[in-house]
């Protein structure tokens, strides 16, 4: 767009170039065409200059804008330059954490697998000591055999002898009544409150840590003789006493998990409900109004149910299930006599564990009767969040091969028998945090002592510990004991 100024210009320039004609004409006595022509040629001599001045000028501002443009790229490029500079030193610092990360990754992965191996090596070891001693036990006289693998002799002896005493002493008392007099020792117990819950410990493996405990039921009479869940469940059944018994049961577990919860958040209870329990709908609400009034205990609270009653589950069974899960409560399934699962079917019905006996694990004839090899079954189970639990273990031979199976829990006998509640019992972590001295003592007059956890209690009582500390040892402590001898 042309400026103003350049417009008054031009009008200026041909003025003087009229003017001077003008004047020519009139002073000069020139003629009009050679006063016109005088005109024409300043003003084009003006009409140069000027644009000849104004190029010059133009010409200047341009050198001083480039020579701005110059500087400003110079500064760019020395703060691009910059930019690449620390970037190159970020991306060093990068490369060098990753490098050294996965060096420490690579060297940790190294130890741990370098554990598996040694803790492997141990528990072979620990197997092969425990056959050696098993064959000496047979080789020797009974009467010369030492003390010290009198308690190692079979697998089952693992356990130690009160857990010996205390499981042959109510089955032969309980076989030498009729039907008729346990019918009437369970009433009585129900009436008296004399039911006594026994925990027996699930521990992780090959850690050995214990994650769960199972509550087992036993009943009293009047003159304190144990009767075994095996001899009275199946009276009640046919009585309709059971539904009173689990949810007496019920109470008992729930108490136990909330003084056990003071000390470890992350304990479970085991709880076992009967098929009868859960097919009457007067029994079950009873045990549903209680549950719905402790659900916040729902996820570490498991009700454990039999395969076949899960096999033989009707409307009315299946509804009840439903309404435990929509209260959140999980369950687990024992008593299991074949490997013949659909983990997806039981997943949708709420189970999160199944207890397999480690025999029916490491039989191999269950390879061929199977839909699934028993050492795949575990990672089937995983996919639909159900855990594995291996039971009914005696021996570390069987613990070394259930550790190939990836069976990442553990119960039985080898670890702990199932223990009586102390007087103020459910305040306690079990075996698990027992000291030597409790290990000691406490083992071998657990038994003998009162294993009620009713409300008699004495005010002056102040026991804490909840389960007899387990008189067993296991991994370098059982290796140690059993090398060094009685001395």
Do not use: W
């Not at 001083?64 to 500079?85: H, M, P």
């Not at 076989?175 to 009436?191: C, P, T």
């Not at 405990?213 to 144990?226: F, G, P, Q, S, W």
């Amino acid at each position: 767009m042309i400026r103003i100024s350049t417009i008054f210009v031009a009008i200026c320039m041909v003025l003087v170039a009229a003017s001077l004609g003008l004047v020519l004409f009139s002073v000069a006595a020139l003629s009009m065409s050679e006063s016109a022509i005088v005109a024409l040629t300043a003003l084009t001599f003006m009409i140069l200059y000027n644009a000849v001045s104004m190029r010059l000028r133009d010409r200047n501002d341009v050198g001083g804008q480039i020579a701005d443009l110059s500087r400003g790229t110079a500064d760019l490029a020395r703060q691009v330059a910059e930019f690449g500079r620390r970037l190159a030193a970020v991306e060093g610092r990068v490369v060098s954490a990753n490098s050294t990360h996965a060096d420490r990754v690579q060297t940790v992965a190294g130890e741990i697998a370098e554990l598996g191996v040694l803790v492997q090596q141990l528990a072979v070891s620990v197997a092969s000591h425990d056959d050696l001693l098993a064959a000496g036990a047979r080789a020797t006289p009974s009467g010369s055999e030492p003390d010290y693998r009198k308690s190692f002799t079979t697998d089952a002896s693992d356990a130690g002898p009160a857990a010996v005493s205390t499981a042959a002493a109510p089955d032969a008392l309980a076989d030498d009544r009729s039907n008729a007099q346990i019918l009437a020792a369970v009433k009585n117990a129900i009436e008296a409150n004399r039911l006594d819950i026994y925990l027996q410990p699930m521990v992780t493996l090959p850690q050995r840590k214990v994650r769960f405990y199972e509550a087992v039921t036993r009943l009293r009479d009047d003159k304190d003789e144990i009767i075994t869940a095996d001899h009275f469940v199946g009276i009640a059944e046919a009585a309709g006493l059971i539904g009173r018994i689990d949810h007496m049961v019920m109470l008992r577990c729930v108490q136990v998990l909330r003084r056990l919860m003071v000390r470890n958040k992350d304990v479970g209870v085991f709880c076992n409900v009967a098929a009868a329990t859960l097919g009457n709908p007067a029994t079950f609400a009873q045990c549903l109004d209680f549950l719905e009034a402790n659900r916040a205990l729902a996820p570490s609270f498991v009700l454990e149910f039999k395969q076949a009653t899960f096999r033989a589950l009707g409307p009315t069974e299946t509804e009840h299930l439903a309404a435990l899960v929509q209260r959140g409560y999980r369950f687990s399934i024992d008593h299991v006599t074949d490997l013949r699962i659909e983990p997806r079917e039981l997943a949708d019905r709420g189970v999160r564990f199944i207890k397999v006996p480690a025999a029916l694990l490491l039989d191999p004839r269950q390879s061929s009767t199977s839909d699934i090899h028993p050492s795949d079954l575990s990672d089937l189970l995983g996919r639909f969040g159900i855990d594995l639990i291996a039971e009914r273990i005696e021996g570390e031979r069987a613990v070394v091969n259930l550790l190939d199976f990836d069976v990442r829990f553990g119960q039985g006998f080898l670890f702990a028998p199932p223990r009586p509640l102390r007087p103020e019992g459910a305040s306690a972590t079990g075996g698990a945090s027992a000291n030597k001295a409790q290990e000691s003592n406490g083992a071998s007059n657990g038994f003998s002592n009162g294993a009620s956890t009713g409300p008699s209690n004495g005010p002056g009582k102040t026991e804490s510990p909840a389960v007899e500390p387990p008189r067993t040892a296991t991994g370098n402590a059982a290796l140690a004991r059993r090398i060094g001898g009685p001395g």
